[in-house]
């Protein structure tokens, strides 16, 4: 007989597993289309010889700022570690008070050494421009190279040269949500593999498990009738069936013995009315049974 409660309790873990694995593919989709639906020319702003932007920190973590871009190739042709198309090109940083934060909140890098190269910030691969300064990038601040920015405060990049500037940070905040739903998505696939297994073993030990069957009515062991060593189980019942031929009856659970009652041959019998003549036996050798005179 099955285990009720066991077989109930691994089909609930089961049906929790199949509805987290729908929350988990919903979360999964979603994340999906939304780092798909990137794009991130989106995120890229010119050209333009002024560009503003307000600095923020939505998540208190520092910001990727923005990449200052030009139009140009990735080249060192007289090998000094700079890239030969920003090497003359600079730009200016001003707040709002139009006060010069050049070299507090970004700089002009134009490099191409074995150290860095702008080139590994590119966002677009091989599209005609070239990454020659960051600004605000509050979140890769090194002791040779730091960026201090207040938040909410307006800076304007400007330059001579036609410009580009490409907002990392918003960029950045685009991935992160689409990634967090794929994250969660993971973790509730792996929540529901757990309580699917766990459902499936709890089914398996309540079908193969269950309750002590119950004794037939009416039914009451023998007890004191285990057969001896060397005796067949049909030969241990022989004494009981001896008995029931001679006409007495086992005696059963809760009920006193009944004594037989004693019998005395002849105790009944008038000796004078018993015949003197013996019974004559015919043919009978003895003289036992002759007529006396």
Not at 207 to 230: D, E, F, I, N, S
Request: proline residues 5%.
């Amino acid at each position: 007989m099955a285990n009720k409660p066991v077989l109930i309790i691994g089909g609930i873990c089961i049906l929790l597993a199949i509805a987290s694995f729908g929350v988990a593919w919903s979360s999964g989709a979603r994340g999906v289309e939304e780092i798909s639906n990137v794009d991130i020319n989106e995120f890229i702003e010119g050209p333009n010889t002024s560009l503003s932007y307000t600095y923020t920190d939505e998540d208190g973590q520092g910001s990727g700022g923005w990449y200052v871009m030009m139009d140009g190739e990735y080249s060192d042709e007289n090998g000094n570690d700079r890239t030969d198309a920003c090497e003359d090109v600079t730009f200016t940083i001003t707040d709002s008070s139009g006060n010069d934060v050049t070299g507090e909140a970004g700089h002009v890098v134009c490099s191409h050494s074995y150290d860095w190269k702008d080139e590994w910030a590119d966002p677009v691969e091989n599209d005609g421009r070239i990454v020659f300064g960051y600004v605000c990038a509050t979140i890769d601040s090194t002791d040779q190279l730091r960026y201090t920015c207040t938040i909410g405060e307006e800076y304007t990049i400007a330059s001579e040269t036609q410009l580009y500037v490409f907002d990392k940070d918003s960029h950045d905040l685009e991935y992160v949500d689409g990634g967090l739903a794929l994250l969660g998505s993971g973790l509730m696939s792996m929540l529901g593999a757990c309580c699917c297994g766990f459902g499936f073993i709890l089914v398996l030990v309540g079908a193969l498990t269950g309750g002590a069957p119950k004794p037939m009515v009416g039914y009451m062991p023998q007890q004191g009738m285990m057969p001896q060593q060397g005796m067949m189980p049909q030969q241990a019942m022989m004494p009981q069936q001896g008995m029931q031929q001679q006409g007495m009856m086992p005696q059963q659970m809760g009920q006193m013995p009944v004594q037989q009652p004693q019998y005395t041959v002849g105790a009944d019998i008038d000796s004078s009315r018993v015949a003197d003549t013996p019974v004559s036996v015919g043919n009978s050798p003895s003289g036992v049974w002759e007529k006396q005179p």
